[in-house]
């Protein structure tokens, strides 16, 4: 294994990408030795089921910079893209989907970016390829994420992305399971510049996005960074405490000799105080959460790079 430095790691998540992947990867290659960097290609195999597995192999055998990791199933890509991110080596790492939508041409933006000062760099789409039902989605995400990492930049989708070694070993030490990386590293405070990059359409296949996974990444979004949802649950539940209460009272003084809307109230009452107690027990669950989060492993590896020991 080599020694020498590495300026830029450039890490893609595949799952079945067997027709895009021989492409992409001679196009990074290109990029980055025009730009004259020493790089690597860390190239993660999310459970393919198509020939990936075997292209990566063979693209690995012939450029000593590829590096391959296999996951042992499909993990989703949040994992996928967190285990190159920690196998990287590089000063800098380049994050970018495996289906030619991020052109890898863009990727020296990302870099003058950080030059310029960022510390990290995030691609804005500045056409966008999806139907109604993701463009809906997404625009759901953006206002979250912006929301709960405080930070005002208007593209958080995709995966066209660079981050400075600082920011990965910071984000790594509060990463776990669930936790989406680059809202993670934003939330932590390091700087970041957004810049105007390609987006072109899907040549192959079809996206794997689709509005189950979109809600799955926004539920991912709200636990991760804060327990208002318990909180809120208990709030909801003193409302209708207090309402059947109230509804109690009223009806034994104005309406003493009918049972029927006692009986409502009494009903609003008890789950009122369902609520209360669900919700209070959710914030001690809450502290719990945040400590032990990412108790199971987020993805395991199958086998590594082979020039590499296991």
Not at 195 to 213: C, I, M, N, Q, T
Not at 232 to 261: D, I, K, N, R, Y
């Amino acid at each position: 294994m080599s020694t020498e430095p590495i300026d830029v790691s450039v890490v893609v998540p595949l799952l079945d990408e067997e027709a895009s992947v021989g492409e992409l990867v001679a196009r990074i290659r290109k990029v980055l030795a025009e730009r004259g960097c020493r790089y690597e290609i860390v190239l993660v195999d999310d459970g393919s089921r198509d020939g990936t597995p075997a292209i990566l192999r063979r693209l690995e055998a012939e450029d000593p910079a590829i590096r391959v990791f296999e996951l042992t199933r499909n993990f989703g890509q949040a994992a996928a893209l967190a285990c190159g991110l920690f196998a990287a080596r590089g000063e800098v790492a380049v994050t970018l989907d495996g289906d030619l939508q991020n052109p890898p041409e863009e990727i020296p933006k990302l870099l003058d970016a950080l030059a310029q000062g960022a510390e990290i760099a995030t691609g804005r789409r500045s056409q966008r390829y999806e139907g109604f039902a993701r463009w809906l989605g997404s625009r759901a995400i953006h206002w979250l994420a912006r929301r709960l990492t405080g930070v005002e930049i208007q593209d958080f989708g995709g995966q066209f992305k660079a981050y400075r070694r600082s920011v990965l070993e910071a984000t790594k030490r509060a990463w776990a399971p669930g936790k989406p990386f680059f809202p993670l590293a934003l939330w932590l405070g390091f700087r970041v510049a957004e810049v105007d990059v390609r987006h072109e359409p899907r040549r192959f296949g079809r996206s794997r996005y689709s509005l189950r996974a979109l809600i799955h990444v926004n539920l991912d979004l709200v636990t991760a960074f804060t327990t208002l949802p318990l909180s809120l649950l208990g709030f909801v539940g003193a409302l209708l405490l207090a309402a059947g209460l109230v509804g109690t009272a009223l009806c034994l003084v104005l309406a003493p000799a009918s049972w029927v809307p006692a009986a409502a109230s009494l009903t609003l009452l008890a789950v009122g105080a369902l609520f209360v107690a669900t919700g209070v027990l959710g914030q001690y669950l809450g502290r719990v959460y945040r400590q032990v989060a990412g108790g199971g492993p987020a993805y395991v590896v199958r086998r590594g790079p082979r020039r590499e020991p296991e």
